[in-house]
Every structure is written in structure tokens, then in C-alpha cells.
């Protein structure tokens, strides 16, 4: 059974830094591309970084380029979302994400709040 548990969620000030941590089990992480996702409220979740199987290609949200960083432990079955020079703006519930076909899975979110 796929399971995905989020965490490293908390309150930051602006211009602050958070790791967000994805463990995974129940399937074959290091087969699988990996997201993390975000939705603040009373909008739509929307995309915020992809990493392939093997780590070797990311892709961001414009939104999020240079800020942020995805990686992922192949040993740990854990995929990370370093976020520097957070913003007002990216607060939100973070979600980890796997397409194991033909389902979409999603962890349970971890909050990140950032506000003065």
C-alpha cells in the first residue's frame, strides 16, 4: 500500500528557510518521479517542483525558480523540498505527490505558514 507521510511544516517569518521531508513506502521510490505540490486557501493546488527516478532532472514553478530546491534519498525512500527566501505568498499546505498507475497518491500535507 502506497504511503506518503509530509513533514517540516511550520511558521517561518519572511526570507526564512524550511525543509519539507516526503517519507515514502509501499511501492519502488527510486522507479518513480516524484512532486510536491501546494495549495493555499481558497485557491487551486498547483505544481511546485517535479524530480525524475533518478534525481538527475528537477523542473519548478516560475514561482518558486531559484528559490526553492527538490531532492530525493533513493536510500531513505524520502524526497525533500528545501524553500529559502520564503514569501508571503508561499503559504499553503505542501503535498507530496507519486503516480503509481494508474492512481495518483498524496501524502496528508504539512502546513507551511509564513508571516512577520
Known amino acids: 500500500q502506497v504511503h506518503l507521510v509530509e513533514s517540516g511544516g511550520g511558521l517561518v517569518q519572511p526570507g526564512g528557510s524550511l525543509r519539507l521531508s516526503c517519507a515514502a513506502s509501499?511501492?519502488?521510490?527510486?522507479?518513480?518521479?516524484m512532486s510536491w505540490y501546494r495549495q493555499a486557501p481558497g485557491k487551486e493546488r498547483e505544481l511546485v517542483a517535479t524530480?525524475?527516478?533518478?534525481?538527475?532532472?528537477?523542473n519548478y514553478a516560475d514561482s518558486v525558480k531559484g528559490r526553492f530546491t527538490i531532492s530525493r534519498d533513493n536510500v531513505k525512500n524520502t524526497v525533500y523540498l528545501q524553500m529559502n527566501s520564503l514569501k508571503l505568498e508561499d503559504t499553503a499546505v505542501y503535498y507530496c505527490?507519486?503516480?503509481?498507475?494508474?492512481?495518483?497518491?498524496w501524502g496528508q500535507g504539512t502546513q507551511v505558514t509564513v508571516s512577520s
Open positions: 505527490k507519486v503516480r503509481v498507475l494508474p492512481w495518483n497518491y
Open positions: 524530480i525524475t527516478s533518478t534525481g538527475e532532472s528537477t
Open positions: 509501499g511501492f519502488f521510490f527510486s522507479s518513480y518521479a
